[in-house]
Antibody, heavy 117, light 107 residues
Framework: QVQLQESGPGLVKPSQTLSLTCTVS??????????WSWIRQPAGKGLEWIGR???????DYNPSLKSRVTISVDTSKNQFSLKLTSVTAADTAVYYC?????????WGQGTLVTVSS | DIQLTQSPSFLSASVGDRVTITCRAS??????LAWYQQKPGKAPKLLIY???TLQSGVPSRFSGSGSETEFTLTISSLQPEDFATYYC?????????FGQGTKVEIK
């Protein structure tokens, strides 16, 4: 059974870059027609799709974040990563990594990232 | 972006009640809709995909229906473990978007 686990700093200073990694276990990130996605959720609010990557490296991003987001994949490590630049307090949220087909069936437990000086 | 509007936003119900949540899309999305359940402090859990297909392991009291712009999630007999927030998500186009959520609380 595929499991996902987010990792990265829980505190980022304003204007700096948020960096998270998602490690996939129990299966290969390259197998199946799956995309690998990032979704975030500010405290007490709804879910926002950030973007996704295919193992080949092809990406799709939310236009509202596109200028600041980069998602990358390292198939040798069975990981994919998120970078979000120039963060502000509005980027404070729980960040989830997920597996996407035409639905998101596997989710990491989520990691809280707080943007504060 | 495709907007998804869930109704109601809040629902108070009793164990054993039949509960229906509606998700309306601002434009047609065929059957590219999923439903998730989220409990406090936990990641969302997939319940229904392709509008009406029950995810493996999800109790049969959950069902989904609809297409294009109007969708429903029904819980036929609400159980104590079903008190949670429910979200719909469209996967027809980019960016993927979610409804604002429906919180189901105990009456």
């Amino acid at each position: 059974q595929v499991q996902l686990q987010e990792s990265g700093p829980g505190l980022v200073k304003p204007s700096q870059t948020l960096s998270l990694t998602c490690t996939v276990s129990g299966g290969s990130i390259s197998s199946g027609n799956y995309y690998w996605s990032w979704i975030r959720q500010p405290a007490g609010k709804g879910l926002e799709w950030i973007g996704r990557i295919y193992p080949s490296g092809s990406t799709d991003y939310n236009p509202s974040l596109k200028s600041r987001v980069t998602i990358s994949v390292d198939t040798s490590k069975n990981q994919f990563s998120l970078k979000l630049t120039s963060v502000t307090a509005a980027d404070t949220a729980v960040y989830y990594c997920t597996r996407e087909y035409n639905w998101n069936d596997c989710w990491g437990q989520g990691t809280l990232v707080t943007v504060s000086s | 972006d495709i907007q998804l509007t869930q109704s109601p936003s809040f629902l108070s119900a009793s164990v054993g009640d039949r509960v229906t949540i509606t998700c309306r899309a601002s434009q047609g999305i065929s059957s590219y809709l999923a439903w998730y359940q989220q409990k406090p402090g936990k990641a969302p859990k997939l319940l229904i995909y392709a509008a009406s297909t029950l995810q493996s392991g999800v109790p049969s009291r959950f069902s989904g229906s609809g297409s294009e712009t109007e969708f429903t999630l029904t819980i036929s007999s609400l159980q104590p473990e079903d008190f949670a927030t429910y979200y719909c998500q469209q996967l027809n186009s980019y960016p993927r978007t979610f409804g604002q959520g429906t919180k189901v609380e105990i009456k």
